[in-house]
């Protein structure tokens, strides 16, 4: 069983700065491609960032050049730094991890609303 904890989330002004953590099992970080999605009230799920193993990257194209999303080994954790934040950034961002066939584990998800 994988468990996945995400952090990091709150309320900030438009331009604004936000780092999110995905907290789980080390082996899994360093095994599988791990992944950031969010979504919007009355929206669909979307898929925001991507780290695979070897820390090849790949954004969405409405987040890329704000976001960067990162491993920690040390901490075991994925990170998701958001940096000049907008209005439609604003969502519940879940982070995910697919070890293959039905085994496809979500976090709870944290809140990030951005405001003014």
């Known amino acids: 069983q994988v468990q996945l904890v995400e952090s990091g989330g709150g309320s900030v002004q438009p331009g604004g700065s936000l780092r999110l953590s995905c907290a789980g099992t080390s082996a899994i970080f360093g095994i599988y491609v791990m992944r950031w999605y969010r979504q919007a009230p009355g929206k669909q799920r979307d898929l925001v960032a991507t780290i695979n193993n070897g820390g090849k990257t790949n954004y969405a194209d409405s987040v890329k050049g704000r976001f960067t999303i990162s491993r920690d080994g040390a901490r075991n954790t994925v990170d998701l730094q958001m940096n000049s934040l907008k209005p439609e950034d604003t969502a519940v961002y879940y982070c995910?991890?697919?070890?293959?066939?039905?085994?496809?584990?979500w976090g709870q998800g944290t809140q990030v609303t951005v405001s003014s």
């Open positions: 995910n991890v697919w070890t293959g066939g039905s085994h496809d584990y």
